[in-house]
């Protein structure tokens, strides 16, 4: 997929950016997605998943943003947060619902 705009500061500037299917097609066969929410607002969609390198690793909480234009995704963005050991509060980062 060639997206036009890549907006993750990992990512190295390229004639067009490009993005791999990483979180799909991972070489780790222990890593785990789950996906929590799906959002959907004109031309931008957006993916709350936990993301677990293994069965062992707490994981990161994932936002996967995506503009859509002509049914091709043109703009990506992430925000990508790890799950810390001990939380302030009860409540965790995939709590409410999920519709």
Known sequence: MTIRLL????????????ITRHRIQHPNPRRSISLKRVIADGEYVAFHHHFQMSADDRGASVVDIFRVQDGKVVEHWDVIQ?????????NTMFRGAMT
């Open 7 to 18: 907006h993750l500061s990992r990512a190295e500037p390229s004639p067009p950016p490009r």
């Open 82 to 90: 790890p799950i810390p050991e001990k939380s302030a509060n009860d």
